[in-house]
């Protein structure tokens, strides 16, 4: 699966200058619920997870 409309802001840049750095998941792996997205911040190096639930219409 692609998802980029899985993008998510990096909290690092915004804990850092405000920047508000939107995010593709480096990887994303689904489970009961949706996704999990794992997200790498090039900018800062800030690495974070995301869970994300399907939508119902997908
Ligand atoms: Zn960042």
Do not use: F
């Not at 998510?8 to 200058?17: H, K, M």
């Not at 920047?19 to 009961?32: F, L, M």
């Amino acid at each position: 699966m692609t998802a980029p409309h899985y993008s998510d802001v990096c909290e690092g840049c915004l804990a850092l200058d405000r920047t508000r750095t939107v995010v593709p998941p480096a990887n994303t792996t689904p489970n009961q619920h949706g996704l999990i997205a794992d997200y790498l911040c090039h900018r800062c190096g800030h690495i974070w997870t995301c869970g994300w639930a399907e939508e119902a219409a997908a």
